[in-house]
């Protein structure tokens, strides 16, 4: 997908708490903080960066993404502080759907911030780059993000047995996958 000719830039979208806005190297070391818990990363495909400087390394990677058209990735950063305290993207570009991932730090847990972040996103997603579906694989531990999801409208499609394998430990982990459909997100929004 050509995000550069639809976007320009990485849009910035300001909620009641939060600021989605564009990944900056001054980043890294909150990314590198809040990732490197084992309760932000134990769902995901990694266990995040393993220094600062990789913390710079990841954000220049997520930034070219963009520009590259496979990856359209936010920072989520407190509206007071600037400060980041997660990201949510939408990857996996083909032809009218996407894939949207998501991680926030365990201090902010539980406060809606997550919820309001991926009905921004969704909405781009679906009103802005014009995607008819949004995809999201989740590990079948993850239970939170798994209520998340079928808050936001999301229906379970399937269980992938030894979907997802971990990057760094090999670790094979069963996953489901959920979708939602843009008419699905018009008429909740009603």
């Not at 903080?33 to 495909?45: A, F, G, I, T």
């Amino acid at each position: 997908m050509n995000l550069v000719k639809i976007l320009q830039e990485i849009p910035i979208i300001t909620s009641e708490t939060v600021v989605l806005r564009k990944l900056r190297k001054d980043d890294a070391e909150d990314l590198y903080e809040y990732y490197n818990n084992k309760s932000v990363y134990q769902y995901l495909d990694w266990n995040g960066p393993c220094s600062i400087e990789h913390a710079g390394e990841i954000i220049d990677r997520w930034n070219k993404g963009f520009y590259d058209g496979w990856i359209i990735r936010f920072a989520i950063a407190d509206k007071e502080t600037d400060r980041i305290i997660g990201t949510i993207f939408l990857n996996n570009f083909e032809e009218k759907r996407a894939e949207i991932g998501y991680e926030l730090s365990e201090a902010y847990w539980k406060l809606g911030i997550m919820s309001e972040v991926m009905k921004l996103v969704l909405d781009l997603g679906f009103h802005k780059l014009n995607l008819v579906r949004i995809q999201a694989f989740v590990c079948e531990e993850n239970i939170a993000s798994k209520q998340l999801l079928r808050k936001l409208g999301f229906a379970e499609e399937g269980y992938l047995r030894q979907y997802e394998c971990h990057s760094i430990t090999g670790e094979c982990k069963d996953m489901y996958i959920y979708s939602l459909l843009k008419n699905e997100f018009d008429n909740n929004l009603k």
